[in-house]
T-cell receptor, first 112, second 114 residues
């Protein structure tokens, strides 16, 4: 069975701290996506990682992909309250955006 | 540039009824995907359309169907609604179904089945 596992599922952190969210997947894929979802809102695309070793950064967020380990990480640097949201990773299993398998999401709460 | 629009935003239906949801992609985008989001099952892929053709379908029963029109607008239909169909239905558009293209999500339609 294809699985995409995120951990942790819940993360409470203080402002200014660093932390990493992990996304493990069980099938061969070299394409992975990260999304952000605010409560009651839709998904916002954060990163598209298309090859082994891909690293992308935007502000305080940095995502990387290791296809050999079937692992992607989303690293948060010096967290601020505005980063509070649920973060999803999604793995492309079919070479098309129509074959995405999503993780269960990591609910991040950044406290002052 | 207008984003992805979905109508209606909220919908309440009764078991056994059918429902049609609409999605208008970003201008110029020809690929549309649909997803279902529930607290229990999370985000699950429903369909993907490109140039009026269904390219992929997720693991959902035949009660779930969709189509895409020549202007790239898409509709999904759920017949014989069940309580478990209550969910947020998200539509996403991109220039192409190729993985390298970013998907842009609409605000979603929240369907409640009573």
């Amino acid at each position: 069975e294809l699985k995409v596992e995120q951990n942790p599922l819940f993360l409470s952190m203080q402002e200014g701290k660093n932390y990493t969210i992990y996304c493990n997947y069980s099938t061969t894929s070299d394409r992975l996506y990260w999304y952000r979802q605010d409560p009651g809102k839709s998904l916002e695309s954060l990163f598209v990682l298309l090859s082994n070793g891909a690293v992308k950064q935007e502000g305080r967020l940095m995502a990387s992909l290791d296809t050999k380990a079937r692992l992607s990480t989303l690293h948060i640097t010096a967290a601020v309250h505005d980063l509070s949201a649920t973060y999803f990773c999604a793995v492309d299993i079919g070479g098309s955006q129509g074959n995405l398998i999503f993780g269960k999401g990591t609910k991040l709460s950044v406290k002052p | 540039k207008a984003g992805v629009t979905q109508t209606p935003r909220y919908l309440i239906k009764t078991r056994g009824q059918q429902v049609t949801l609409s999605c208008s992609p970003i201008s110029g985008h020809r690929s549309v995907s649909w997803y279902q989001q529930t607290p229990g099952q999370g985000l699950q892929f429903l369909f993907e359309y490109f140039s009026e053709t269904q390219r992929n379908k997720g693991n959902f029963p035949g009660r779930f169907s969709g189509r895409q029109f020549s202007n790239s607008r898409s509709e999904m239909n759920v017949s014989t609604l069940e309580l478990g169909d209550s969910a947020l239905y998200l539509c996403a558009s991109s220039l192409s179904p190729m993985s390298s293209y970013e998907q842009y999500f609409g605000p979603g339609t929240r369907l409640t089945v009573t």
